[in-house]
Antibody, heavy 123, light 107 residues
Framework: EELLLESGGGLVQPGGSLRLSCEASGFIFSDYAMSWVRQAPGKGLEWVSSISGSGGKSYFADSVKGRFTVSRDNSRNTVYLQMNSLRVEDAAVYYC????????????????WGQGTLVIVSS | SYELTQPPSVSVSPGQTARITCSGDALSKAYAYWYQQKAGQAPLLIIYKDIERPSGIPGRFSGYSSGTTVTLIISGVQAEDEADYYCQSADSSGTLVFGGGTKLTVL
């Protein structure tokens, strides 16, 4: 069974930093790109970032470009989202999702999702 | 960037057919994907590459594509289908986008 388990969410002040983790199991982690998608309270889904299976390429939404970075440790089956300079509007449930291909492109989608971790940005 | 447009809400009675549309210029060249999100749960992939259904998804869910509009069709709607539905697409640069979501109400 494929499982994705996010962690690292919590309360942070505006301007602060937080690192989210997503540990995967049940599939060959390095064979698949991974993504982060967020959902603000009562709002829709917003793609945040993706990273290729090798970790060599990463992609970001304009709303987080320059503030967030994504990385992965294929030896630990874990993908990370480093969030810096956090804003109130970054508050959301952050989902980790598996992409069914090793690269990201025009046929990228989210095959399997974790249960999410909640990030609250407030003073 | 590009946008995908969905109706905010659709209502149907049990047993009827629900149709949820998703429109965007990029859809004439790119596939669409559909996700179901029930209250308090993570999204679930229900349609990929416009019309394909993952294993385990009931046959009453289907997809249709024409030009710049894709449609999620739920035949014989059941009470358990009440949820938010999102379309999604991608471009060759690695930019991914969701529609705003449609709340399906089963009357």
């Amino acid at each position: 069974e494929e499982l994705l388990l996010e962690s690292g969410g919590g309360l942070v002040q505006p301007g602060g930093s937080l690192r989210l983790s997503c540990e995967a199991s049940g599939f060959i982690f390095s064979d698949y790109a991974m993504s982060w998608v967020r959902q603000a309270p009562g709002k829709g889904l917003e793609w945040v970032s993706s990273i290729s299976g090798s970790g060599g390429k990463s992609y970001f939404a304009d709303s987080v470009k320059g503030r967030f970075t994504v990385s992965r440790d294929n030896s630990r089956n874990t993908v990370y989202l480093q969030m810096n300079s956090l804003r109130v509007e970054d508050a959301a449930v952050y989902y980790c999702a598996k992409v069914p291909t090793p690269t990201v492109g025009s046929t990228t989608y989210f095959q399997h999702w974790g249960q999410g971790t909640l990030v609250i940005v407030s003073s | 960037s590009y946008e995908l447009t969905q109706p905010p809400s659709v209502s149907v009675s049990p047993g009827q057919t629900a149709r949820i549309t998703c429109s965007g210029d990029a859809l004439s060249k790119a596939y669409a994907y559909w996700y179901q999100q029930k209250a308090g749960q993570a999204p679930l992939l229900i349609i990929y590459k416009d019309i394909e259904r993952p294993s385990g998804i009931p046959g009453r869910f289907s997809g249709y594509s024409s030009g710049t509009t894709v449609t999620l069709i739920i035949s014989g709607v059941q009470a358990e289908d009440e949820a938010d539905y999102y379309c999604q697409s991608a471009d060759s640069s690695g930019t991914l986008v969701f529609g705003g979501g449609t709340k399906l109400t089963v009357l």
